[in-house]
């Protein structure tokens, strides 16, 4: 779903939004930084990932220079302590990275390192914290050094999906899509009462074109996984926890859906696994 600051963004550049391309721009970067002053407002930020993300968004450089040619604009990172749950969100050149989403994808993989698979008692029950939004998330019993380099390689991978992913929202300017799309339908309907508008313009952003960019997001961030030598394994893995989640929280089942199903995802992942490995033949 379209967080509620989100959208109230995206009204007010909406009605001050001139056609140029500039200006959207200059509007989009207003908008990264009053994200990350109100959500820093609090003291909440997160540093002790800074070294992690950074080490990712460098690796990431020349498989952007691929997938993104032109657009070497950095991407920045800041992670907030229970900003967004279990979730990471892309706005213009910023993403928001929750630290539950960070503790959580390190902790299963953990628990993939020690018990040799995700399926198991300790992932059920991070899992059921996960969905509850509860930061306390202790690490698996019998956790040896040697298992915790493996759990190390298992959760950047996981990882660097997820930045891909998000990644991939900024280079191909959804935020940018948005901002337009809501303009359009606020200035298309100047009769409508506001709060019915405000509710049409956010359907539309979550249930129609949400779904649509997030596959475009899923086969671009898979494609910028593969050249920038992460692979799709981690990808897989993202896939199948959020599947999980779902059928944990009852999502799956969900006629409002801001995502498509983790199926419809993994087909990306094998399509783009597919054209990449022809491309190399």
């Known amino acids: 779903m379209v967080p509620r600051l989100l959208l109230i963004l995206l009204l007010t550049l909406a009605a001050a939004a001139q056609s140029g391309e500039n200006e959207l721009d200059e509007l989009l970067d207003w908008q990264d930084q009053q994200i990350v002053e109100r959500f820093s407002a609090d003291g909440s930020a997160d540093h002790s990932w800074d ?85 306390e998330l202790p690490p698996p019993p019998g956790l040896s050094w040697e298992r915790e380099q493996q759990a190390r390689k298992l959760f950047e991978e996981v990882l660097a999906a997820w930045i891909c992913h998000e990644v991939s929202h900024a280079y191909l300017g959804h935020a940018r899509e948005r901002l337009r799309q809501a303009r359009r339908l606020e200035q298309g309907n100047p009769q409508v009462n506001p709060l019915l ?32 030598g992460f692979g799709l394994e981690g ?27 983790p199926a419809d995802r993994t087909r990306v992942l094998q399509e783009v696994e597919a054209e990449e490995s022809q491309e190399r033949s």
């Not at 509710?199 to 920038?228: F, K, M, T, V």
């Open 51 to 135: 070294p992690l993300l950074q080490s990712l968004a460098e690796q990431l450089v020349v498989g952007v220079s691929q997938v993104f040619p032109g657009q070497g604009e950095p991407v920045s990172f800041r992670v907030f302590r229970q900003k967004l749950g279990f979730n990471a969100v892309c706005w213009h050149r910023v993403v928001i990275v929750d630290s539950l989403l960070m503790e959580g994808l390190e902790r299963l993989s953990q628990g993939q390192a020690v018990y040799g698979e995700l399926d198991t008692p300790y992932t059920e029950s991070i899992l059921r914290q996960i969905s509850m939004e509860r930061p």
């Open 197 to 228: 508008l405000d509710q049409r313009i956010r359907n539309y952003l979550d249930y129609h074109l949400g779904p649509a960019n997030e596959l475009e997001a899923d086969r671009y961030g898979a494609r910028l996984a593969l050249r920038s």
């Open 235 to 261: 990808y897989r893995r993202a896939l199948l926890i959020i599947a999980r989640l779902e059928k944990l929280s009852g999502a799956d089942a969900s006629f409002y859906r801001t995502h498509p199903r």
